[in-house]
């Protein structure tokens, strides 16, 4: 099987929308991983004043992540998948969130313009074609030294922990999403997460990317050594404060 990519990625989310909830429901602490990386951006005084992108937002599990722990930000939520998009506008939400349907390359042509405070992306990396090209168009919408939190499943190159993910794929996430008609996108999950980065490699990528201040956290449970959060900060002075 190939990975998906580009609109047959995006189709196939499309098609999932409906039980997407369901499966992410059933994977613990799911919502609390996310809540946990969105306070790794740091923003402070529940960011107050500042201007969010929620990149990748799905059905607005990050979303509501990040309006959570930052209820003083503007949060503007972006994805490619419309149907997707679809079951995340559809919830209630603060009217300081907003809903965008866009590609991540292609954000300044759907209006979604910088400066932003912070970015932060969840499962969506392993998933772009052109992951480069996603941190460039990243770093162009940050305010200088604005704020980056990636959250995804990027393994920690030990031999076990690609095991553990074979095996919870193999053995619980496909035969669900076989059960429920979404077994191509699943298969996809299970070999985006093994052919792409290991963690490490993916820190270097943000570095070369233009970011310092990059880090790699692990996340408690058992998707330690799975799921991680890489942080960084874009490189470069506020011109405001010339710091």
Request: neutral net charge; contains cysteine; aromatic residues 6%.
């Amino acid at each position: 099987m190939t990975l998906l990519r580009d609109a047959d990625l995006a189709a196939a989310f499309d098609r999932a929308a409906r039980s997407y909830d369901t499966l992410v429901a059933a994977n613990p602490g799911y919502h609390a991983h996310l809540r946990r990386s969105a306070r790794r951006l740091g923003l402070p005084h529940g960011g107050s004043g500042t201007r969010v992108l929620d990149l990748g937002c799905g059905t607005g599990a990050s979303t509501a992540a990040l309006a959570a722990v930052l209820p003083g930000a503007e949060i503007t939520a972006v994805d490619a998948s419309a149907g997707m998009l679809e079951r995340a506008a559809a919830k209630p939400w603060p009217d300081r969130v907003t809903f965008v349907h866009a590609p991540a390359e292609r954000l300044t042509e759907a209006g979604v313009e910088g400066p932003f405070d912070a970015v932060f992306a969840a499962y969506l990396f392993r998933n772009a074609a052109a992951p480069d090209s996603v941190l460039t168009a990243v770093h162009d919408v940050l305010a200088p030294q604005g704020r980056l939190a990636v959250h995804d499943y990027t393994l920690s190159g030990r031999a076990r922990d690609r095991t553990v993910w074979t095996v919870v794929c193999g053995g619980i996430v496909l035969p669900v999403a076989t059960a429920l008609g979404d077994g191509r996108l699943y298969r996809h999950l299970w070999r985006s997460v093994v052919e792409f980065d290991t963690a490490d490699e993916f820190a270097g990528r943000v570095r070369a990317a233009g970011f310092d201040c990059v880090r790699v956290l692990p996340l408690p449970g058992w998707q330690t050594g799975i799921t991680h959060t890489v942080v960084g900060r874009r490189a470069g002075t506020d011109t405001a404060t010339g710091r």
